[in-house]
């Protein structure tokens, strides 16, 4: 089965970084994309960021775009979020998902990821 988990939030002021990880499980080979998303209470999941984990091409929402840098490890079983400069418009629950169907015109949609971790809490207070 696959499984992921994801660690990394804290708190932090504005303008400092965090980095968050998402460890993989369960895949038997490459072929499938990992997925930031964030989500605030009452609201839903937003897609922040995507990778794919076979040839490597990432793309990124608007709002994260130039602060925020999606990369896996040579191993490919973590994918990171590197989040800089954060503000607190930032502070949100983070959700990281797996997906082997995904494609670049709809990875904003978290109806097309299989697979979910439990998110990791950030907060930016100013």
């Known amino acids: 089965e696959v499984q992921l988990m994801e660690s990394g939030g804290g708190s932090v002021q504005t303008g400092e970084s965090l980095r968050l990880s998402c460890e993989v499980s369960?895949?038997?080979?490459?072929?499938?994309?990992i997925g930031w998303f964030r989500q605030a209470p009452g609201k839903g999941r937003e897609g922040i960021s995507r990778?794919?984990?076979?040839?490597?091409?990432?793309v990124y929402a608007d709002s994260v775009r130039g602060r925020f840098t999606i990369s896996s490890d040579y191993g490919e079983d973590t994918v990171y979020l590197q989040m800089n400069n954060l503000t607190p418009n930032d502070t949100d629950v983070y959700f990281c998902?797996?997906?082997?169907?995904?494609?670049?015109?709809?990875?904003?949609?978290?109806?097309?990821?299989?697979?979910w971790g439990q998110g990791t809490q950030v907060t930016v207070s100013s």
């Open positions: 998902a797996a997906s082997v169907w995904v494609s670049s015109a709809n990875w904003r949609m978290p109806d097309r990821y299989s697979y």
């Open positions: 369960g895949f038997t080979d490459h072929d499938y994309s």
């Open positions: 990778i794919s984990i076979s040839d490597g091409q990432t």
